[in-house]
């Protein structure tokens, strides 16, 4: 079966601006988590989204946010870009909540490059 | 809150034993997993744990000592391909989240 995919796969952007981020998760998994990558700080949680219900969120500003909808795909949004948004961010999907034991299954990621 | 530690990089060599160890500390512990990322890549499961003990599963085992707050993953008969970094993550009960260390950076050398 399909794998998560995330869309676009990289973007390029400039500070100030916004951008929708798309995960598609597995068939029949409820839960998407999203992550930011940076090389210094390493996977750092954002939120989780199940069925169409945050359950959870990180510690980022409110410029963060994001939806789940009826279909399980999930968006996540950044709003006025700056320079240290720039990471890869990664969704998981599992069947159920992360907080039980559910095996995640990360997309590929989206490399975002704000300039 | 949660700390989680893991060392930044390792070196071994083919054929070799290497095992990457993970401290944490956590308010509620609920698990613990392991992640392999290859570079440019994402991360695949590799392993959990949420009792004491060593789970094998091939090449790869993993242990957990729930009292000391420790885990590591122990890597047989090294391959290049073998060549990633490893991801220690933790189940917090109390914060419902998943925890990530920043990631051990793992060298195969021939």
């Known amino acids: 079966k399909a794998g998560v995919t995330q869309t676009p796969r990289y973007l390029i952007k400039t500070r100030g601006q916004q951008v929708t981020l798309s995960c598609s998760p597995i068939s029949g998994h409820r839960s998407v988590s999203w992550y930011q990558q940076t090389p210094g700080q390493g996977l750092q949680f954002l939120f989780e989204y199940f069925s169409e219900t945050q359950r959870n969120k990180g510690n980022f500003p409110g410029r963060f946010s994001g939806r789940q909808f009826s279909n399980s795909r999930s968006e996540m949004n950044v709003s006025t870009l700056e320079l240290g948004d720039s990471a890869l961010y990664l969704c998981a999907s599992s069947r159920g909540l992360a907080s039980s034991y559910n095996e995640q299954f990360f997309g590929p990621g989206t490399r975002l490059t704000v300039l | 809150g949660q700390n989680i530690d893991q060392p930044t990089e390792m070196t071994a060599t083919e054929g070799a034993i290497v095992q990457i160890n993970c401290t944490y500390q956590t308010s509620g512990f609920n698990g613990l997993f392991w992640y392999q990322q290859h570079a440019g890549e994402a991360p695949t499961f590799l392993s959990y744990?949420?009792?004491?003990g060593l789970e094998e599963k091939g090449r790869f085992s993993s242990f957990l000592s729930r009292s000391k707050g420790y885990s590591y993953l122990l890597l047989k008969e090294l391959q290049m391909k073998d060549s990633a970094s490893y991801l220690c993550a933790v189940r917090d009960r109390i914060d419902d989240k998943l925890i990530f260390g920043t990631g051990t950076r793992l060298q195969v050398f021939p």
């Open positions: 744990n949420v009792l004491d």
